[in-house]
């Protein structure tokens, strides 16, 4: 059996933006998601991670989201080619995280075999090691320090980073390699086959 682990937010879908006219709206700035060169962004919105979080829950921003148009093909082409998907979310911060998970993949049709909400104060390695104690084929996702810890640990044979503002200083990680635009991209890379965005 072949695992994969992938990433949710931004990765799946742009969640950057539906976070960003958020901040912008509630905390009266005009900062575009290019600007947003460091993962955590509160410095530059001058808020604490308490601001930051309860905007997410309170607008309900995680349920807004819409998958990128080759999302669902994509991880459908990696099913159809043996490998089962296990979607890691750092999404513990959020006190309905699961549920409302769970339902926005129901209501986008998006194939999956399993999911882990990975708790507040622990990696992604950490989150994944007692399930998947052998680790994964490969690893996506757009912060490049749950890659790190991955690698770190053991559990994910390659590392895939999905090219953001806030991850363009790893310059380890290059376009067309081991760094992609979308999950579409890398898949049609790994498969040899051409994924087309199918746009709703």
């Not at 937010?9 to 998601?33: C, H, M, Q, Y």
């Not at 955590?40 to 601001?51: D, F, R």
């Not at 829950?57 to 807004?64: H, P, R």
């Not at 690698?151 to 790893?170: C, F, H, S, V, Y």
Request: proline share 6%; aromatic share 10%.
């Amino acid at each position: 059996m072949k695992y994969c682990a992938i990433d949710i937010d931004d990765v799946l879908g742009p969640f950057s933006a539906v976070l960003n006219p958020a901040l912008n709206k509630t905390f009266n700035r005009e900062i575009p998601v290019e600007n947003w060169v460091n993962f955590n962004m509160t410095p530059l919105y001058g808020i604490t991670s308490e601001q930051f979080f309860d905007v997410i829950i309170k607008q309900d921003l995680l349920s807004q989201m819409v998958p990128y148009p080759d999302t669902r093909r994509a991880l459908q082409r990696l099913r159809d080619e043996g490998y089962r998907i296990v979607l890691i979310t750092s999404r513990g911060y959020h006190p309905d995280a699961l549920a409302l998970t769970l339902a926005w993949l129901k209501a986008h049709d998006l194939p999956f075999d399993d999911l882990i909400i990975k708790p507040e104060g622990i990696t992604k390695a950490e989150a994944a090691k007692d399930r998947y104690p052998k680790g994964f084929e490969f690893m996506v996702d757009d912060f490049e320090s749950n890659l790190d810890h991955m690698k770190e640990a053991g559990m994910a044979r390659t590392l895939i980073l999905i090219d953001q503002p806030w991850n363009r200083a790893r310059s380890d990680y290059q376009i067309g390699k081991n760094r992609f635009k979308s999950l579409g991209q890398f898949v049609e890379k790994l498969l040899g086959h051409e994924i087309v965005a199918q746009l709703a």
